[in-house]
């Protein structure tokens, strides 16, 4: 019998040390330790050996019983350790990899543009003024000295919204100088502003117009202001958004608002001033608008022509951003292509 309890417990030893995963062990535990295991089986038999041979049998039994318990944990042990390390490898997150971000946005190439020349001029001391998009034609026309015979008030070039009681109308702005008039009746001289925003004319679409862009006026107002005052802080402009290099050129013009008027020149940016379609073969491209202001307009909002003078000046942010980037065609920056847009970021 001791030679038939030695192979059971052999035999059990081999089959836990077989085992290759817990739930194997389990199903194996009760076979090799269980009560039907041949070990518990010699234990009941101990009544039938004789009273001599039991105390030995019995230590051998007790033995063997506690070698199969210690070889099932210590084997249940190893096992657990096995797969729950396969298991977090399986399952690891690894938290070094970068993320899957969002697409990430940008603002458009205009208002980086209008962001941009906002910042020069309020560098210099200049207040940033908002006004209505819907205007009167008091604000639009009037107040900045246009006269009624004048082509820019008749429909075929401005947005009337509706006529009212007001036989001129009420209508989308042409300009953001309405912005200067209102700024003016509200704040005594002296004045430094910049209007920047959305303008409205009846344009057909093609590559230099539409009927909405966008715009900057600027106003200053001071005792004993200058033409020179003028050149002098405009050239300061196309140096600090072209370059320290940009050369200028100023020639005579007329606005109604303004007198004496001038239109400043950039070189072309196709030709860089040799000469091409795109600059009429001139070398020069127009960039803005620009003047000493009429007294007129002074007078129309209760300022004296006498004590103080300024100068006002137009300019669109779209043909900045044209000239600047090289951008062959305006209606590329209204074009919902996200190929074109990204390409500004």
């Known amino acids: 019998?001791?030679?038939?309890?030695?192979?059971?417990?052999?035999?059990?030893?081999?089959?836990?040390?077989?085992?290759?995963?817990?739930?194997?062990?389990?199903?194996?535990?009760?076979?090799?330790?269980?009560?039907?295991?041949?070990?518990?089986?010699?234990?009941?038999?101990?009544?039938?050996?004789?009273?001599?041979?039991?105390?030995?049998?019995?230590?051998?039994?007790?033995?063997?019983?506690?070698?199969v318990a210690d070889a099932l944990e210590e084997r249940r042990g190893?096992?657990?350790?096995?797969?729950?390390?396969?298991?977090?490898?399986?399952?690891?997150?690894?938290?070094t990899l970068p993320g899957r971000a969002p697409a990430r946005g940008a603002a458009h190439l205009v208002m980086q543009v209008w962001e941009e020349i906002t910042d020069i001029f309020v560098a210099l001391g200049y207040t940033v003024a908002d006004g209505p998009e819907v205007e009167t034609a008091f604000y639009n026309f009037d107040a900045l000295n246009t006269p009624e015979a004048h082509p820019s008030r008749l429909e075929s070039d401005t947005l009337y919204v509706a006529y009212g009681d007001d036989p001129e109308g009420v209508l989308l702005r042409t300009q953001t100088s309405p912005v200067q008039a209102r700024y003016m009746e509200e704040h005594d001289p002296p004045v430094y502003i910049v209007s920047p925003g959305r303008v409205f004319r009846r344009d057909a679409t093609d590559a230099t117009h539409t009927p909405v862009f966008h715009q900057m006026e600027g106003l200053a107002v001071d005792g004993a202001i200058t033409f020179g005052d003028l050149k002098g802080t405009l050239a300061h402009f196309a140096r600090e958004f072209f370059g320290p290099r940009q050369r200028v050129r100023f020639i005579p013009h007329f606005f109604p608002f303004t007198e004496p008027s001038a239109e400043l020149l950039v070189p072309c940016f196709v030709c860089e001033g040799s000469g091409c379609r795109t600059c009429g073969t001139t070398g020069w491209i127009e960039m803005l608008g620009c003047g000493v202001v009429d007294p007129n307009v002074l007078e129309a909002v209760g300022y004296d022509p006498a004590a103080v003078s300024g100068f006002a000046?137009?300019?669109?942010?779209?043909?900045?951003?044209?000239?600047?980037?090289?951008?062959?065609?305006?209606?590329?920056?209204?074009?919902?292509?996200?190929?074109?847009?990204e390409q500004y970021r």
């Open 1 to 67: 019998m001791q030679e038939q309890l030695a192979a059971d417990r052999t035999r059990a030893l081999e089959r836990i040390a077989a085992a290759a995963s817990v739930a194997e062990l389990e199903a194996l535990e009760s076979e090799v330790g269980g009560p039907d295991s041949p070990i518990a089986r010699a234990r009941r038999g101990l009544r039938d050996v004789a009273p001599e041979e039991r105390p030995a049998l019995g230590r051998l039994i007790n033995e063997a019983l506690t070698a």
């Open 78 to 95: 190893a096992l657990a350790a096995v797969e729950q390390e396969a298991r977090l490898a399986a399952e690891t997150l690894d938290l």
């Open 313 to 341: 000046f137009g300019v669109g942010i779209d043909r900045l951003a044209m000239i600047r980037y090289g951008v062959p065609e305006l209606r590329l920056f209204f074009d919902p292509d996200l190929r074109v847009l």
